[in-house]
């Protein structure tokens, strides 16, 4: 019943393959709960599997280490900004920013968010050489430490020691950083999809990983974004117009990939023979905004007869429309009559059949990400959009390309969770809120949230003075760091998504018409003037715009206590420093072990006028002065509150004298046994 644990010793990250052995393979596990793999190559032989003695991976100096990254307990606590969390727009978000390095950050989630997360979308660093990556670690193991720990001789240890501690930006060096996170990024998905932003400079390197960790069946595909509107005249080897996004899948996600409903079925045209005027009718064509007459494209051979005046989404009058198609008047005709329409993205030059929802109506998506292909935005709009929200950074991601990776996975999906472990400028957080609005706006729920995780990373005052100036003038801030910049972002984003969908009021344009047969003005060539209805205001009052902050913070001096029972002859922690913040992070740390989500706060219940905390079916005892007085009424509250019913009691040890530890496991025990009820108690130090 009593369960003594050591806290930095409880944050490791669940392997979901090893419980499945355990669950069907228990006798292959020795007493130490060590599988033990000859017995259970014995225990298939009967099915006559061959087991492979080559195998097809990747090796690099400091692999083992990365692996022990993978498993070693988190070497911080986790405490919320209550300042910030506690305001109006942010106290009941579930929406999370996370200050603090990323592996540690995982480690806190990989309970409370194990199998939880829909889609990950990254942009971690790319290794280029001129992108400021080095490998560093404040890990530090003694050459006999690691050698134990991982199994090499003492020699390799102090070589792959040595390489970690170099400060290096070397494949492996990459691959040491990024393998332990993506490891643990795996257990928090659930049956979801990986997206992974690089270049060219570990593209191949990251595919092998992947496949080591993913595994090489559940590889989705190799998107290439189109990074740049022109690329580079002057490069020494090639113009480099794209960069790669990496996708695995986890679980099944057959009705994503290879049914997508993204409503385009590509272009109409092009077919270079021969040209043609064809005719649109009023309200066949899904359109952004209005064309003049004699908009072109010289790319598709395609000019605008005549205006296209834009209301509630489509074109308020017939069109005609003078290009080298590969569709005739009749193909249109029929497709129209189907029920279907027509869209046009960006400019006139992009028209595309389009496919309302439906089971039948899915297609694949292109392994090309453009404006032309999907309306993603390129790294010129990107920047374009943050000068619009006054945040200065460099080389952000638009957040039209993270919008359409996040809806390819959740557009049937408007309740998932999104995370992004290198957030920088906070673009996936911006995405989210967007595409939750534009549900909104159209009828659904949009009630996705996001988890993003940046690290307080110094700005250089000399290689980016506009920044370090932003954060430190405007901002207020002594210290400049990105993360200020991502909260800033997020801050500034949803105010202008909140001020794009107030209402607009009506307005009347003057528009042309050339005399052709149809529902406008056919016999007149003058100018017209139109009322535009007004828009209305998209009901926002649902959208989750606001945002929790949790930070990571270093463990107190001396708090490695790892006795299994309080002994105050052998006490080697002072606990009497510790303030009631620091019990609150001990707690926030804490509740994330029984996977409580670190949105979610604990509720206080009132023991006799002690203060227990209490979710999700466990009651934390946290403060000095518990009494008998107060078991006897945590007992009395157990047997008569209907809706207290907690299945472990976890207490503080540091708090409480090993005879009030005694008193409560035992009268636990019994009351437990007498009601025949499963309730653990639990002592942590």
Same mark, same amino acid.
């Given at each position: 019943?009593?369960?003594? @644990? ?12 090893? +419980? ?32 492979? #003695?080559?195998? &097809?991976?990747? !090796? ?6 990365? $692996? ?11 405490? +919320? ?41 990254? !942009? ?30 003492? +020699? ?22 990024? &393998? ?10 659930? !049956? ?14 990251? $595919? ?35 960069? /790669? ?28 023979? *021969? ?17 003049? *007459? ?39 005709? @029929? %497709? ?15 028209? %595309?059949? /389009? ?47 993270? *919008? ?45 949230? &996001? ?31 990105? =993360?200020?910049?991502? #909260? ?58 606001? =945002?929790?902050?949790?930070?990571? @913070? ?11 029972? =309080?002994?105050?002859?052998? #006490? ?11 019990? @609150? ?99 942590? &130090?």
């Amino acid at each position: 019943m009593n369960k003594p @644990q050591n806290t930095t010793q409880n944050i490791v990250v669940p392997n979901s393959e090893l +419980e499945v052995l355990k669950q069907h393979f228990p006798h292959c596990f020795d007493k130490n709960g060590d599988f033990d793999f000859e017995k259970f190559k014995k225990e298939l032989a009967t099915s006559e599997i061959n087991f492979s #003695k080559e195998s &097809y991976g990747m !090796d690099w100096l400091g692999k083992s280490y990365a $692996r022990l990254l993978a498993t070693d307990p988190a070497k911080t606590l986790i405490k +919320e900004d209550t300042a910030w969390n506690d305001k109006e727009e942010n106290k009941n978000s579930e929406n999370l920013l996370i200050k603090g390095d990323n592996l540690e950050v995982l480690k806190h989630l990989s309970n409370a968010y194990h199998e939880k997360v829909k889609m990950i979308y990254i !942009d971690p660093p790319y290794n280029t050489g001129s992108d400021g990556f080095v490998y560093e670690d404040d890990r530090k193991f003694t050459v006999e430490e690691f050698s134990e720990l991982v199994g090499v001789d003492e +020699e390799q240890a102090k070589k792959i020691l040595s390489f970690v501690n170099s400060k290096s930006n070397s494949h492996s060096a990459w691959l040491t950083f990024m &393998y332990p996170r993506l490891y643990i990024a795996r257990q928090l998905l659930d !049956d979801g999809a990986i997206f992974v932003s690089i270049d060219d400079n570990e593209v191949a390197q990251l $595919r092998i990983l992947m496949d080591d960790i993913f595994g090489e069946d559940n590889f989705v595909g190799q998107f290439k974004w189109n990074r740049v509107a022109k690329a580079p005249s002057l490069s020494e080897n090639i113009r480099t117009k794209y960069e /790669y996004i990496i996708c695995y899948k986890k679980g099944n996600l057959s009705k994503f990939f290879g049914k997508q409903s993204y409503n385009t079925q590509g272009p109409v045209w092009h077919n270079p023979n *021969k040209q043609k005027e064809l005719l649109f009718p009023a309200n066949t064509i899904k359109v952004p905004g209005s064309f003049e *007459k004699g908009s072109k494209s010289e790319k598709y051979q395609v000019e605008l007869l005549d205006s296209i005046v834009e209301v509630d989404g489509l074109n308020k009058f017939p069109v005609r429309i003078k290009a080298c198609a590969a569709w005739g008047q009749e193909k249109i005709n @029929q %497709y129209i009559e189907d029920g279907n329409l027509f869209q046009i993205k960006k400019d006139i030059g992009t028209l %595309y059949a /389009y496919l309302p929802q439906g089971e039948n109506n899915f297609i694949a998506p292109s392994d090309l990400i453009s404006k032309e292909e999907c309306g993603v935005d390129n790294n010129t709009d990107a920047s374009a959009e943050l000068d619009k929200l006054g945040v200065p950074f460099t080389n952000p991601k638009p957040a039209s390309l993270v *919008k359409y990776l996040i809806n390819m996975i959740t557009h049937e999906e408007s309740s998932a969770i999104i995370l992004d472990f290198f957030a920088g400028s906070g673009t996936t957080g911006d995405a989210v809120m967007q595409l939750n609005a534009e549900d909104r706006g159209n009828g659904k729920e949009g009630n996705r949230k &996001y988890i993003l995780v940046q690290l307080p990373e110094a700005i250089d005052p000399e290689k980016n003075k506009t920044a370090f100036d932003f954060v430190k003038n405007d901002l207020g801030i002594a210290e400049p760091t990105i =993360f200020e910049i991502t #909260k800033e972002r997020l801050v500034r984003a949803a105010k202008k998504i909140k001020i794009e969908n107030v209402d607009q009021p009506a307005k009347s344009e003057k528009v042309k018409c050339e005399g052709f047969d149809g529902e406008h003005c056919s016999s007149c060539k003058g100018e017209h003037t139109i009322k535009i209805d007004a828009k209305k205001a998209v009901d926002l009052s649902k959208v989750d715009f606001g =945002f929790k902050i949790i930070k990571t @913070q270093t463990i107190w001096e001396d708090y490695e206590f790892t006795a299994k029972e =309080f002994d105050t002859q052998s #006490k080697l922690f002072d606990e009497s420093k510790l303030s009631s913040e620091d019990l @609150q992070t001990l707690l926030t740390t804490w509740k994330t072990y029984e996977n409580i989500p670190l949105t979610e706060s604990l509720e206080s219940v009132n023991i006799d006028g002690y203060t227990g905390y209490y979710g999700n079916g466990r009651l934390y005892l946290m403060d000095k002065g518990f009494e008998t007085k107060h078991l006897k009424e945590l007992l009395n509250k157990i047997d008569e509150d209907t809706t207290f019913n907690p299945v472990s009691i976890i207490v503080f040890g540091y708090h409480f004298e090993s005879k009030v530890l005694r008193e409560i496991a035992e009268n636990v025990s019994n009351y437990a046994n007498k009601k025949k009820l499963g309730i653990d108690f639990i002592t942590r &130090y």
